[in-house]
């Protein structure tokens, strides 16, 4: 394979290109909080025989994000120029707030916890949408939430009437499906959707994340499709939880809740435990404050120069991007065998499938 030895020089100059991220840590009890101070989406892992195990996917904070309806607009919050993110901490809350117009959105973060022992017992978010402005709209949230921690076996989620999520599906929030988990052998995290004192949503899909993420707002789950989006997204999945419509008159408010609760082996809190929790207090891990900011990405302020410049024609990326392609797929094949190595359970027919296909792609390459 004949590749330019100036391929390297590019990866760098993309390596250098990529601003720091910067975040505020809060922990209560074993939950660790994680908040991008750049664009307010936010992480979540849990204290595990004594290693942080992330609850989401953690290599990358953008992957799971709210989006805001606004009548016909769809805006993903975290990635609009114009809009003013501030972040307040509390003795037991800490308070993300987006302003831009005559609109305000706020994620309210609490952990609960058991009043007589003092334990938390997870994790709750209040979505609250103002209407600041004096004309009536139509509003939505959506939650898109990276899973992770079922990806290391077949079953990616459970419910009460399914107790093995093989596939995309379609979520009925009422009393008989009230919450979805996802796991692995060690830890759990359940979403409590209508109870504990959660907001029935109006609708929960679980998805392939890619999928989701390229949808621009609603999603329909297909039972003929798996967690598999080749060539780049193999076995992973991920949720989207819809709130609203809901119409929204001048002055008014509307807020939903969404609560999760980690657990290992038997120790899952109970919905009735979560309905009678306190909110508790917190640690701040980090000495940063938390002061307002305008969220601007990708300014030149924010991104770090190179040591030295270098230029490429269109001749030049263009020859080099099927090699990149190929190191993706080496990537992601080599993520892959390592996870099915690692996992106890025998691989599925559409995971050696999925596997076999990306390397044929990379020998037709090399041909």
């Not at 009043?115 to 103002?130: F, N």
């Not at 559409?350 to 990306?358: S, T």
Request: proline residues 5%; aromatic residues 10%; glycine residues 6%.
């Amino acid at each position: 394979m004949n590749i330019s030895p100036r391929i390297p020089v590019l990866f760098i100059a993309i390596v250098f290109a990529v601003f720091p991220v910067t975040g505020l840590e809060y922990t209560a009890g074993n939950y660790h909080l994680s908040i991008n101070e750049e664009s307010g989406r936010f992480s979540l892992s849990y204290q595990h025989n004594r290693q942080r195990v992330p609850l989401f996917f953690s290599d990358n904070s953008h992957t799971s994000y709210l989006s805001f309806k606004y009548g016909d607009s769809v805006v993903r919050l975290g990635d609009e120029k114009q809009i003013v993110l501030s972040i307040q901490e509390f003795n037991d809350a800490v308070n993300v707030q987006y302003d831009w117009a005559n609109l305000r959105i706020e994620m309210k973060f609490t952990f609960p916890g058991s009043p007589e022992s003092g334990k938390i017992q997870g994790l709750a978010i209040d979505y609250t949408i103002s209407n600041r402005g004096n004309k009536s709209f139509s509003s939505g949230l959506r939650q898109i939430i990276d899973t992770t921690l079922g990806e290391s076996s077949s079953a990616h989620f459970s419910t009460a009437m399914v107790p093995a999520v093989v596939r995309e599906y379609a979520l009925n929030p009422n009393r008989n499906e009230s919450s979805i988990v996802s796991s692995n052998e060690q830890i759990g995290l359940e979403f409590f959707l209508s109870s504990g004192g959660a907001t029935p949503p109006r609708k929960v899909v679980a998805a392939n994340w890619k999928r989701l993420n390229e949808s621009s707002w609603e999603y329909e789950a297909r039972e003929d499709r798996n967690f598999n989006l080749l060539p780049f997204s193999i076995n992973d999945s991920a949720l989207v939880i819809y709130y609203g419509p809901r119409e929204l008159k001048p002055r008014d408010t509307v807020t939903y809740r969404l609560i999760m609760s980690a657990y290992t082996g038997e120790n899952r809190t109970s919905a009735a435990a979560l309905s009678r929790a306190m909110p508790m207090g917190f640690v701040l891990d980090t000495t940063k404050s938390a002061v307002p900011m305008r969220v601007d990405f990708l300014q030149t302020s924010k991104t770090a120069e190179p040591a030295e410049e270098w230029e490429f024609s269109p001749g030049e990326i263009n020859g080099i991007r099927p090699y990149i392609q190929d190191i993706k797929s080496v990537d992601v094949l080599s993520a892959q065998i390592d996870r099915l190595l690692d996992s106890r359970s025998s691989p599925g027919r559409e995971e050696v499938e999925a596997l076999r296909q990306i390397l044929e792609m990379i020998q037709q390459n090399l041909e």
